[in-house]
């Protein structure tokens, strides 16, 4: 089983539920609802059918609920608008174009369209889309396409190198927070997060609600999330790179040196960490990857991922199952040869990241297989974080824990009954010689996470397979 997870988008070309099973099949362990489409009936049908399918394949699958943030979309288009390099687009102050006249987009944005001015480059569709002000009035403006492009409603637009004073957290957010709650959803993105504060915002949201145990996940999407990006690493309980909209803000030939510092502080402060938009890009309209793709997911195993996310291939593309599979196979082919960077640990880590340290360092100087018992997911993270060349099997008897497992790279999970520790590794123990996950004579060192007591229970066994 490979070490890296993968993570689809569902969307219209993939909620069915053959293709969700196929894709989960090919390797997809995380699945992501971006809240900016769709509506609550909606995501609640893919939300049981994603279910469905994991009680059907007897897995355990992530589930995440992107907000939209404080982000500046189109509104509703009739029919796509294809545009040649430079031909002229009107945009206009408005929720929806009618269809009427012709390369009219509507903005429904009074904030951004008050922001515009002669001259801004404008970006759309991850950057894919440019275009330049030409004039502005009070109702429309008057933009030049500086690419061939097609414009489709609700995609995000960019004013390059223009922030805007917009709410992180509105009455949608909390609609969508809500909904997240009670379909008990795993994690939950926090689109262009801006620092700490706007995480401490949600939390405390999710605190209210009850739902403090569902994790946050920070995008880094802009130029103030780079320049804040220690604090809200610190901050955050995961981290995605979002490279189609930091590729609007940044020259693209920064992005991959972006990436690198992105994953690399995640790495080191113990977060998981995503890398996210463009993996198989080609893959939405074609049935193979470009070379260049190939090797674009190679870097990315390179620094050490934990998941590699699919947006548009899974959500729109002609080809969901398919760049599932081929992403499957190139992580497959290249992660063995791949040593990833390691975490450090230093005389001012905690006990329990010494303690997790510890027992990486002990199973891979025995060669042996980590078995870990948690009840709430932290310990086998913790052991995960410093990315350990051997393989890692937690149990739990909480089918969320290992829920919020199925997105951290290079754990695999196995569902027990006991809820007590002791028991609980013991349990661990008889359902490895039980279930084939383990060879005959194999060494596993067995152990749970730290409760501070006298105590500690670390097993080192020969496994005989029964």
Not at 94 to 118: D, I, K, Y
Request: charged letters at 25%; glycine letters at 8%; one cysteine or more.
């Amino acid at each position: 089983m490979a070490k890296t997870k993968i993570a689809v988008t569902i969307g219209t070309a993939s909620k069915n539920k053959n293709v969700i099973k196929e894709m989960a099949e090919a390797g997809a362990s995380i699945f992501r609802i971006n809240f900016s489409h769709g509506n609550p009936q909606e995501w609640r049908e893919i939300v049981e059918t994603i279910r469905e399918v994991e009680s059907e394949l007897g897995k355990h699958f992530a589930l995440i609920g992107d907000l939209r943030g404080p982000s500046v979309r189109l509104g509703d288009i009739a029919k796509p608008i294809d545009v040649k390099k430079g031909s002229m687009i009107k945009l206009v102050l408005s929720n929806s174009a009618s269809g009427g006249e012709e390369n009219v987009v509507p903005l429904p944005n009074e904030v951004a369209f008050r922001a515009l001015r002669r001259g801004h480059l404008i970006l759309m569709d991850d950057g894919r889309a440019a275009f330049r002000v030409e004039s502005v009035s009070r109702s429309e403006a008057s933009l030049k396409a500086l690419t061939d492009a097609k414009i489709t409603s609700r995609k995000t637009m960019v004013i390059q190198g223009r922030g805007l004073d917009l709410p992180a957290i509105t009455s949608r957010e909390i609609d969508a927070v809500k909904f997240a709650v009670e379909e008990e959803f795993d994690y939950i993105g926090l689109s262009y997060t801006r620092g700490e504060e706007e995480i401490s915002m949600l939390r405390g949201i999710l605190l209210s609600l009850g739902a403090e145990s569902l994790s946050i996940i920070a995008k880094i999407e802009t130029p103030i999330a780079v320049k804040k990006l220690p604090e809200i690493v610190e901050a955050a309980d995961a981290i995605l790179v979002a490279r189609g909209d930091l590729g609007m803000h940044f020259p693209l030939e920064e992005i991959p040196s972006l990436q690198k510092k992105i994953v690399g502080m995640s790495i080191e402060h113990g977060k998981p960490v995503i890398v996210a938009t463009q993996i198989l890009g080609s893959m939405i309209e074609n049935p193979i990857p470009t070379r260049s793709e190939v090797v674009d997911v190679v870097s990315a195993l390179m620094d050490g991922v934990d998941a590699l996310m699919l947006t548009g291939e899974t959500a729109i593309g002609k080809y969901p199952v398919e760049t599932v599979r081929w992403l499957a196979k190139i992580i497959q082919r290249y992660e063995e040869t791949i040593t990833p960077p390691r975490r450090k640990i230093g005389e001012e880590s905690a006990i329990t990241d010494k303690f997790a340290a510890g027992i990486v360092s002990l199973a891979e100087s025995l060669n042996a297989i980590i078995a870990v018992y948690t009840k709430s997911g932290r310990t086998a993270q913790r052991i995960a974080s410093f990315r350990p060349r051997c393989k890692i099997i937690s149990a739990s008897a909480d089918d969320r824990t290992l829920r919020k497992l199925a997105l951290i790279r290079g754990i695999e999970t196995i569902k027990v009954s006991s809820r007590d520790y002791e028991e609980g590794l013991n349990e661990l123990e008889e359902e490895l010689r039980k279930s084939g996950e383990v060879s005959e004579n194999s060494t596993v060192v067995l152990t749970y996470g730290m409760r501070g007591e006298p105590v500690h229970i670390v097993k080192i066994v020969q496994v005989k397979v029964e």
